[in-house]
């Protein structure tokens, strides 16, 4: 087995609990909430490995802190073409601000595509990172979420503090 095929991972306390960090030793490819609706179990050929998570974990501390609006983390989610494409397209919401189902299908060049997109957004490995609690019913409601909807509030609420403390969004300073 190559180092690339060995799952490395290592977990930090949040303010939403325990993060299960997952990656291939140079990419991150899970974040997960505990519990979360689409974890992997753990299995025992998983490879602790703090020290690979490092600049992941700071960053997170930092983005929990209200310190930090944006993530430089080397990404490599595992899905199809179009969930990558839709989890691509969630990178691109602006921290604290929301868009619906509808408006991620259009940006995708998809604009039949809502149901779908909700779907790859519900499937999104990296959470947090890959800010798919960013996404909204066009009705404005908070729609399912992974993690649970009292942790999207949750995320929603925490950057709504942190972008009126520090303003406008810092365009990737942090």
């Keep these: 087995m190559s180092n690339h095929d060995t799952v490395h991972f290592t977990t930090m306390p ?20 505990s519990p979360h609706a689409h974890a992997p179990e753990q ?3 998983w490879v602790r490995d703090d020290a690979a998570f490092v600049d992941a ?6 983005y929990f802190e209200g310190r930090r609006v944006t993530f430089e983390i080397p990404l490599a989610p595992d899905g199809t073409e179009f969930q990558r494409r839709v989890w691509m397209a969630l990178r691109d ?3 604290a601000q929301t868009v619906s189902y509808g ?4 940006e995708i060049g998809n604009p039949k595509g809502v149901r779908a997109v909700g779907l790859a957004n519900g499937r ?5 990172i890959v800010p798919c609690h ?6 404005g409601s908070l729609t399912g979420y ?3 909807l009292d942790r999207k509030q949750w995320l929603l609420a925490h950057e709504a503090r942190t972008a009126g403390l520090l303003g406008t969004p810092l365009g990737g300073a942090a």
């Design 14 to 33: 949040s303010p939403l609990g325990e993060l299960l960090l997952t990656g291939d030793g140079r990419h991150l490819t899970g974040l997960f909430m």
């Design 93 to 95: 919401i602006p921290f």
């Design 43 to 45: 299995q025992p050929s």
């Design 134 to 139: 960013r996404v909204i019913g066009s009705n």
């Design 103 to 106: 408006d991620i299908a259009r």
């Design 146 to 148: 992974g993690g649970g």
């Design 57 to 62: 974990v700071r960053q997170l501390n930092e």
């Design 124 to 128: 999104n490995p990296i959470s947090i």
